[in-house]
């Protein structure tokens, strides 16, 4: 039975000891998702100088158990006097983003002063 505790208390310090805080994992997935969001809004705006700010990251927990962890970052890309907003969805430790547009052309035409 002593053997037991003992095994069962260095699994659970192991698994404590590999285990990063949300917002470290947030930190470390976040030059990919800038990027993503970055590269997207180059094209969009067509400006190939255009730069990336995180405004906002979220830890999004998995679905189902075990499920995939993924950072949710809000990212805002402005260059050649034109901005938009992206959303950057990663996979937590992987090279994996994709960056979604939030509102289309509007945000654009709006910050330009346009209708």
Same mark, same amino acid.
């Given at each position: 039975?002593?053997?037991?505790?003992?095994?069962?208390?260095?699994?659970?310090?192991?698994?404590?000891?590999?285990?990063?805080?949300?917002?470290?994992?947030?930190?470390? $997935?976040? %030059?990919?998702?800038?990027?993503?969001?970055?590269? *997207?809004?180059?094209?969009?705006?067509? +400006?190939?100088?255009?730069?990336g700010t995180v405004?906002?990251?979220?830890?999004?927990?998995?679905?189902?158990?075990?499920?995939?962890?993924?950072? $949710?970052? %809000?990212?805002?890309?402005?260059?050649?006097?034109? *901005?938009?907003?992206?959303?950057?969805? +990663?996979?937590?430790?992987?090279?994996?983003?994709?960056?979604?547009?939030t509102s289309g052309?509007?945000?654009?035409?709006?910050?330009?002063?346009?209708?």
């Amino acid at each position: 039975m002593n053997t037991f505790r003992i095994m069962w208390a260095f699994v659970a310090l192991a698994s404590v000891a590999g285990c990063q805080s949300q917002s470290q994992m947030l930190a470390d $997935e976040q %030059t990919v998702a800038i990027q993503a969001a970055v590269r *997207r809004g180059q094209f969009e705006l067509a +400006c190939p100088n255009a730069t990336g700010t995180v405004l906002s990251s979220n830890f999004l927990q998995p679905v189902l158990y075990g499920g995939l962890e993924r950072a $949710e970052y %809000t990212i805002g890309v402005a260059g050649c006097g034109k *901005r938009a907003v992206y959303v950057s969805v +990663c996979q937590v430790g992987s090279v994996a983003c994709f960056a979604a547009g939030t509102s289309g052309g509007d945000v654009i035409s709006r910050f330009q002063g346009g209708g």
